[in-house]
């Protein structure tokens, strides 16, 4: 089956603790991106990767580190997690624009992880 | 101002009621454009694409004018289990960031027996 994990599903943790949320995709798709959603502000994008060792930021970086060492793979660290950090957080991917029509563009979320920072 | 606007809702209506979605986004060199579906903070899912001369999938039909920079989702005959939130969303041309999404908040949907 085709999709987007994303672990933990649920995390509470403390101010300055560093974590750690997994994603994985199997579709052998070449960009990946995460995206915070809360209330009022809609998804914004975190940091984005258009393939292996090519990441850049988004709209709201700050706080965050990802890596792209697979192409399957992009997780995202948060290396001392502050309250603002608390959101539900979505992984997403897809396959890079040039390999489709733009009306056939489609990105595939994550189930999404909430996260608490206390 | 948002790039991307919609009126948030809640809209709450009868089963078998015709309800529209309007949204309008700010950048006129957006690319694509598209409607989401997102369930009780579940992760958005693709409802349709929208094309330029409109389209129709069953009971929901998308309409884009680009002069306007304008975006419609009409859901006929609503079903109780069309009661979701609806995202409005854009992807803009000429960045080096092509899978770049840009959501509205989302209009709620709740459809009452």
């Known amino acids: 089956e085709a999709q987007v994990t994303q672990n933990p599903r649920y995390l509470i943790t403390v101010t300055g603790k560093k974590l750690t949320v997994t994603c994985s995709q199997n579709?052998?798709?070449?960009?990946m991106s995460w995206y915070r959603q809360d209330p009022g502000l809609g998804l914004r994008q975190i940091y984005y990767s258009m393939n292996v060792e090519v990441t850049d930021k988004g709209d709201v970086p700050e706080g965050y580190k990802v890596s792209r060492k697979e192409k399957r793979n992009f997780p995202l660290i948060l290396e001392s997690p502050s309250p603002n950090q608390t959101s539900l957080y979505f992984c997403?991917?897809?396959?890079?624009?040039?390999?489709?029509?733009?009306?056939?563009?489609?990105?595939?979320f994550g189930p999404g992880t909430r996260l608490t920072v206390t | 101002r948002k790039e991307v606007e919609q009126d948030p809702g809640p809209f709450n209506v009868p089963e078998g009621a015709t309800v529209a979605f309007n949204c309008t986004y700010s950048n006129s060199a957006s690319q694509s454009f598209f409607w989401y579906r997102q369930d009780c903070r579940k992760e958005p899912k693709l409802l349709m694409s929208?094309?330029?001369s409109g389209n129709e999938d069953g009971r929901f039909t998308a309409q884009l004018n680009r002069a306007s920079q304008y975006i419609s989702l009409l859901i006929r005959d609503s079903k109780l289990s069309d009661s979701a939130t609806y995202l409005c969303?854009?992807?803009?041309?000429?960045?080096?960031?092509?899978?770049?999404?840009?959501f509205g908040q989302g209009t709620t949907l709740q459809v009452k027996p």
């Open positions: 579709m052998n798709h070449e960009y």
């Open positions: 929208v094309y330029s």
């Open positions: 997403a991917s897809s396959k890079a624009q040039s390999s489709l029509p733009g009306f056939r563009y489609e990105q595939y």
């Open positions: 969303v854009v992807r803009s041309r000429g960045s080096s960031n092509t899978g770049k999404l840009i």
